[in-house]
């Protein structure tokens, strides 16, 4: 097997080039069509034929096949589910707001977290993805939907904390001014709170925005949810993001999907104000998706609204998100855990 030349910097290439003894402006060729989207050799058509056969012996490259492709009647947000070159499949969403196209992209394949509300994590974890797999679910949503992105959130299938390199690396080339050129700023990493990683995530000082998956304030809630939180505790998470907010001076969000009777009372609601007020977080409310193997629902309207006003007489920074492509399972795993399920139905 070769290299991966897709999840290559262009220093990386041409350093390769130079140890391959090909010319160093071939690289920069190279890199050219790469950032186009070309994912075969024998399309680089200004490369002489013998060059084309040397970098097909030397470097592997793939282009993702799409699987399905749902667009909602309501609102135009697209689900892509693509085809891996092993088979696996992961989803990709496309919305668009009047700021401008947000793309979330999957960052493994399935998730070993095992949230309780959540479809990605039920088969558990198969692999994760590389860097050029999470960058093509971007580079290939733009050349399919011809909508260009200007946004990305780290909010599909898996954790990206988990997948910590191939992240970093995914994130500097989709950053790359040759490549996809999409500002740090414009990009969020979602996590279900990996608080081991949050200086080595500080440390990389990619002005991102963190958003911590907190959808309860307190231990007894949080831990029965996200089996992430036992043996770490809200106290610990609250503390890290403060530390990660003091070094990158980046404000955190905090993601909080509500859930009908567990996570919705009065009580969740002053403590998730103070946790917020505690780290100057801004909070992101959104109402659970149900999902058809969990047994949660989203909360009623009433009690989102009483939820909503305990935080704003807190003086708490929040924002109700839209529910976009609700005809088409635009969330988390949805879509490939649809196909899943039909795959055994096939296979019995
Ligand atoms: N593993 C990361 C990122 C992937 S999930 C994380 O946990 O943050 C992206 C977001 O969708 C997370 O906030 C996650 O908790 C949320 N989510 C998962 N299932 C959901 C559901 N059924 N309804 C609403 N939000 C959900």
């Given at each position: 097997?070769?290299?991966?030349?897709?999840?290559?910097?262009?220093?990386?290439?041409?350093?390769?080039?130079?140890?391959?003894?090909?010319?160093?402006?071939?690289?920069a060729q190279v890199?050219?069509?790469?950032?186009?989207?070309?994912?075969?050799?024998?399309?680089m058509?200004?490369?002489?034929?013998?060059?084309?056969?040397?970098?097909?012996?030397?470097?592997?490259?793939?282009?993702?096949k799409?699987?399905?492709?749902?667009?909602?009647?309501?609102?135009?947000?697209?689900?892509?589910?693509?085809?891996?070159?092993?088979?696996?499949?992961?989803?990709?969403?496309?919305?668009?707001?009047?700021?401008?196209?947000?793309?979330?992209?999957?960052?493994?394949?399935?998730?070993?977290?095992?949230?309780?509300?959540?479809?990605?994590?039920?088969?558990?974890?198969?692999?994760?993805?590389?860097?050029?797999?999470?960058?093509?679910?971007?580079?290939?949503?733009?050349?399919?939907?011809?909508?260009?992105?200007?946004?990305?959130?780290?909010?599909?299938?898996?954790?990206?904390?988990?997948?910590?390199?191939?992240?970093?690396?995914?994130?500097?080339?989709?950053?790359?001014?040759?490549?996809?050129?999409?500002?740090?700023?414009?990009?969020?990493?979602?996590?279900?709170?990996?608080?081991?990683?949050?200086?080595?995530?500080?440390?990389?000082?990619?002005?991102?925005?963190?958003?911590?998956?907190?959808?309860?304030?307190?231990?007894?809630?949080?831990?029965?949810?996200?089996?992430?939180?036992?043996?770490?505790?809200?106290e610990?998470?609250?503390?890290?993001?403060?530390?990660?907010?003091?070094?990158?001076?980046?404000?955190?969000?905090?993601?909080?999907?509500?859930?009908?009777?567990?996570?919705?009372?009065?009580?969740?609601?002053r403590?998730?104000?103070?946790?917020?007020?505690?780290?100057?977080?801004?909070?992101?409310?959104?109402?659970?998706?149900?999902?058809?193997?969990?047994?949660?629902?989203?909360?009623?309207?009433?009690?989102?609204?009483?939820?909503?006003?305990?935080?704003?007489?807190?003086?708490?920074?929040?924002t109700?998100?839209?529910?976009?492509?609700?005809?088409?399972?635009?969330?988390c795993?949805?879509?490939?855990?649809?196909?899943?399920?039909?795959?055994?139905?096939?296979?019995?």
């Open positions: 097997m070769g290299k991966d030349i897709v999840s290559m910097l262009p220093d990386e290439l041409t350093e390769d080039f130079i140890r391959l003894g090909l010319p160093k402006f071939r690289a890199y050219d069509w790469l950032g186009k989207g070309i994912r075969d050799f024998d399309g058509t200004n490369l002489s034929k013998e060059l084309r056969e040397k970098l097909k012996s030397e470097y592997d490259i793939y282009r993702p799409v699987l399905s492709k749902q667009v909602s009647k309501l609102d135009g947000t697209i689900k892509y589910l693509w085809e891996l070159k092993d088979g696996n499949a992961v989803e990709t969403v496309v919305m668009s707001y009047k700021h401008g196209n947000t793309v979330c992209v999957s960052s493994q394949v399935g998730c070993r977290q095992g949230c309780a509300f959540c479809a990605s994590t039920i088969g558990g974890l198969v692999r994760c993805l590389e860097p050029s797999e999470i960058l093509d679910e971007v580079m290939f949503s733009q050349i399919d939907s011809g909508k260009r992105i200007s946004n990305i959130v780290l909010m599909g299938i898996g954790e990206p904390l988990d997948n910590f390199d191939n992240v970093m690396k995914f994130l500097r080339l989709v950053n790359c001014e040759k490549g996809m050129n999409i500002g740090m700023r414009h990009i969020s990493l979602s996590t279900c709170g990996i608080t081991e990683r949050f200086d080595d995530l500080a440390a990389q000082d990619m002005p991102l925005t963190l958003s911590v998956s907190l959808h309860a304030p307190d231990d007894e809630t949080r831990s029965k949810l996200m089996p992430a939180n036992r043996g770490r505790g809200v610990q998470l609250i503390d890290c993001c403060k530390k990660y907010y003091e070094k990158t001076g980046r404000r955190i969000s905090f993601e909080y999907a509500m859930i009908d009777g567990v996570n919705d009372t009065e009580m969740h609601a403590l998730l104000a103070k946790r917020a007020l505690a780290v100057g977080a801004h909070v992101n409310l959104i109402p659970l998706n149900h999902v058809e193997e969990r047994k949660f629902q989203p909360s009623t309207a009433g009690h989102m609204k009483a939820f909503i006003k305990i935080l704003e007489d807190a003086g708490v920074n929040i109700v998100r839209r529910k976009l492509g609700s005809d088409v399972d635009a969330s795993g949805q879509l490939r855990r649809k196909m899943q399920n039909k795959e055994k139905q096939i296979n019995g």
